[in-house]
């Protein structure tokens, strides 16, 4: 969402935020003049085109080569830059609407920047007011959107976040892949079934739900798994 230049109107704005917010995942919104504050304390949520500084992933205790594997995805593209990695989700920016179920790529960026996310920057601007006729964000379900890619969030609604509704899309195409499960080495196993590590070369195991997920020692420094099968 674009901030017009004309004094007030940033009002009016916060407006539209609210109603298109609810109906597509993929909505980036700004509000310089607020979040500039904040930015010392975090980042956002995941975008199309993301930025992940070294000074930030040094928070996340993470080397480039580990955030890399944590990231493997044939549509994820990750370039190295000079004071960071630019992270790059699908070939192209997409709304993602809610119909169409919670995005696999940004869930999946989110999951490795969750633990340095500042979810309380002021991304969205005004908030209601005592008689005011329109509806805005408030703090809680600003709060909400800003944990909109999170396994355990309810935004919009439960209902809409299992992409029930195909969107008037033809019904015999195919639906959405879910979103793929992944454990770290260290981890108790989240679901029992054949695991792969995402490492050179994969290797793949049978873990047991609650079973600590194995250490191969990897090149990355870190292992990750993911469910081939349950």
């Not at 930030?56 to 370039?79: A, C, F, G, M």
Request: net charge negative.
């Amino acid at each position: 969402m674009a901030n017009p230049i004309a004094f007030g109107t940033r009002s009016e704005v916060t407006v539209w935020e609210r109603s298109l917010a609810p109906r597509f995942f993929g909505l980036d919104i700004d509000y310089p003049f607020s979040m500039s504050g904040s930015l010392a304390d975090g980042i956002r949520p995941p975008t199309w085109g993301f930025l992940l500084s070294d000074t930030w992933r040094e928070k996340l205790d993470l080397s480039r080569e580990q955030v890399k594997i944590n990231l493997h995805h044939p549509q994820i593209r990750i370039d190295e830059l000079n004071t960071g990695l630019w992270i790059e989700l699908g070939e192209e920016p997409s709304l993602y609407p809610v119909e169409e179920g919670v995005p696999e790529l940004p869930a999946l960026l989110n999951k490795l920047l969750r633990p340095i996310r500042d979810d309380h920057m002021a991304l969205l601007g005004f908030g209601q007011w005592d008689g005011d006729p329109n509806e805005r964000f408030n703090d809680a379900d600003s709060l909400r959107w800003m944990r909109r890619f999170d396994a355990d969030s309810d935004w919009p609604s439960t209902e809409l976040r299992q992409g029930q509704n195909n969107g008037g899309k033809d019904a015999t195409a195919p639906a959405q892949e879910a979103l793929e499960l992944r454990a770290y080495s260290g981890e108790a196993c989240p679901q029992t079934g054949q695991w792969q590590a995402l490492d050179i070369p994969p290797q793949t195991r049978r873990f047991e739900q609650g079973e600590i997920m194995s250490n191969l020692d990897s090149a990355y420094g870190l292992t990750v798994w993911r469910v081939l099968n349950a």
